[in-house]
């Protein structure tokens, strides 16, 4: 038992090293990387909207499209207090100007823009056909070709 201790006594001892190493320097590199963006913002007017569920609670990643005219649309994403905003150019917008308003589980909301700035906030109802998790990435997936 004694010569069990001492090996012991011995062996965590004997592990400690006193001598320290320095690390090598650490290179400071001077790069600059610079993010493009390749939408080009629309407009100088902003939008402000919410969007919630029809028992009245906060929905999160809705994919949203303003449709401005037939060559011009604009994307958004509701965020996790289901808040979204658009830029959008006032001259632009007229009486076909609609949003898309896609969630899984739930009917495609669409709505004019006039009748938008009368209500910001949407409310999403299964009302009709309801939208699949693959509907719901394509329509996320394609609007990302819309300017912001």
Do not use: W
Not at 18 to 35: A, G, L, M
Not at 69 to 93: A, E, T
Not at 95 to 122: C, G, H, M, P, W
């Amino acid at each position: 038992m004694r010569l069990l201790f001492i090996i012991i006594i011995y062996s965590l001892t004997s592990c400690k090293n006193n001598t320290t190493i320095d690390p090598p320097p650490i290179e400071k590199i001077e790069e600059t990387i610079e993010i493009q963006d390749d939408y080009e913002q629309i407009g100088n007017e902003f939008i402000t909207g919410k969007v919630i569920h029809n028992d009245s609670t906060t929905t999160d990643l809705v994919a949203i499209k303003l449709t401005v005219n037939d060559s011009v649309c604009v994307n958004s994403y509701g965020n996790f207090d289901g808040d979204f905003s658009f830029n959008y150019d006032k001259s632009l917008i007229n009486e076909r100007t609609n949003f898309q308003f896609v969630f899984r589980d739930y009917a495609i909301k669409k709505i004019s823009f006039v009748n938008f700035l009368n209500n910001k906030t949407i409310q999403l109802d299964k009302n009709g056909a309801l939208v699949t998790y693959e509907e719901y990435r394509r329509f996320y997936e394609s609007i990302r070709n819309c300017t912001r």
